[in-house]
């Protein structure tokens, strides 16, 4: 028996030329089980990532997921190719559930996560993610999603010189890395973890092929800058996206060791307009929708095409993550 699965709709859902955003699919198949849904995902492949390129995001609702493995399980469906955290250069410190599967971000519930393309502050990144909700947050902790197309137009209109600099010119990151995980930061990967270091030697030579910069400090701490990296990304449908973490950086990347006015600039070292970006990021904000979690809730994102984030909460909040490696 095959599965009943409609597209529904969603207070707060946007609407733009090319259809909603996002896409909300909902299993209207009462007692329809895990293998069902899986074998729905099998045969509806190539629509889902049709639907998935166009919109940037698919919301599945009211299917049979309770628990990490449900999820992993679910996600195998996709045949997508797992991109694994080890191998990422991801500032979270994060807890693997299983292979595939992990907690979003071990950041405390009053830590603002801006949004961002995942790892677009790095060399290596997803090319898509899954969100899995295990367990809603007593109130708040809605996954901020925004079209960074949509925001690059809009930055074109109002913000043209900054729009432009930023295509032309690229960004440069720099963050310092603690010398152990520190979990009470967003971003307190150890250097050792994001590297898989266990020297400075061994940090160095990843460091030198990955074409960053970098300072050892006192602390034992490792202040490091990427290769100019691209703010903004062409899509194959000729669509320019704001492919970057200029936000994430400029309104979050705080703790006890780091300075977000100092933790980008534009490719060639000139600092950032702050006004400029202070407006795209409220210009992000007003095309934001806030994805209304519900207990076994999956969300599939485009991360070349949709900005992340987490809005802060109070009580138990066990969103899971798994991202798929590029093509
Ligand atoms: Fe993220």
Same mark, same amino acid.
């Given at each position: ?22 896409? +909300? ?46 999820? !992993?399980? =679910? ?7 797992? =991109? ?8 979270? #410190?994060? #807890? ?11 950041? %405390?519930?009053? @830590? ?8 677009? $502050?790095? %060399? ?13 947050? *007593? ?8 079209? /960074?197309?949509?925001?690059? $137009? ?5 913000? %043209?010189? =900054? ?18 995980? !520190? ?45 100019? &990296?691209?703010? #903004?990304?062409? &899509? ?24 977000? /006015? ?23 904000? *007003? ?9 076994? !809730? #999956?969300? &599939? @994102?485009?991360?070349?095409? +949709? ?11 066990? @969103? ?8």
């Amino acid at each position: 028996m095959s599965v009943n699965v409609n597209i529904i709709s969603v207070p707060g859902q946007q609407q733009y030329d090319d259809g909603a955003f996002p896409i +909300v699919l909902a299993c209207q198949t009462e007692g329809a089980t895990l293998e069902q849904v899986t074998a729905w995902v099998q045969e509806n492949q190539t629509e889902l990532a049709q639907q998935l390129t166009k919109a940037g995001t698919i919301l599945f609702r009211d299917f049979p997921l309770a628990v990490d493995q449900d999820f !992993d399980t =679910f996600i195998k469906a996709f045949d997508f190719d797992n =991109f694994r955290y080890e191998d990422s250069l991801s500032n979270a #410190v994060r #807890v693997n559930r299983t292979e595939r599967v992990f907690t979003a971000n071990e950041a %405390p519930p009053e @830590v603002t996560i801006y949004l961002h393309h995942e790892m677009a $502050q790095t %060399p290596i990144y997803p090319s898509k993610l899954f969100f899995f909700c295990e367990q809603a947050a *007593e109130s708040g902790g809605a996954t901020p999603l925004c079209r /960074s197309d949509i925001l690059f $137009q809009k930055m074109e209109e109002e913000i %043209p010189e =900054f729009a432009k600099a930023c295509e032309d010119k690229g960004l440069l990151y720099t963050n310092i890395m603690p010398a152990e995980n !520190d979990p009470n930061s967003g971003m307190g990967r150890s250097w050792q973890s994001t590297f898989r270091a266990e020297t400075k030697e061994e940090a160095e030579s990843r460091l030198l092929e990955l074409g960053y910069t970098w300072e050892w400090l006192d602390d034992g701490c490792l202040k490091a800058t990427t290769p100019v &990296l691209p703010a #903004v990304r062409v &899509l194959p449908d000729g669509r320019k996206t704001f492919y970057n973490q200029l936000i994430a950086a400029f309104k979050g990347w705080k703790d006890s060791r780091n300075d977000p /006015s100092k933790a980008i600039t534009l490719g060639d070292g000139t600092p950032l307009d702050k006004a400029a970006v202070l407006k795209a990021a409220d210009l992000a904000e *007003e095309i934001t929708f806030d994805v209304p979690w519900q207990s076994g !809730d #999956v969300a &599939l @994102v485009d991360n070349y095409l +949709v900005m992340h984030g987490r809005r802060t909460f109070s009580g138990t909040r066990k @969103v899971l993550a798994s991202l798929v490696a590029a093509e």
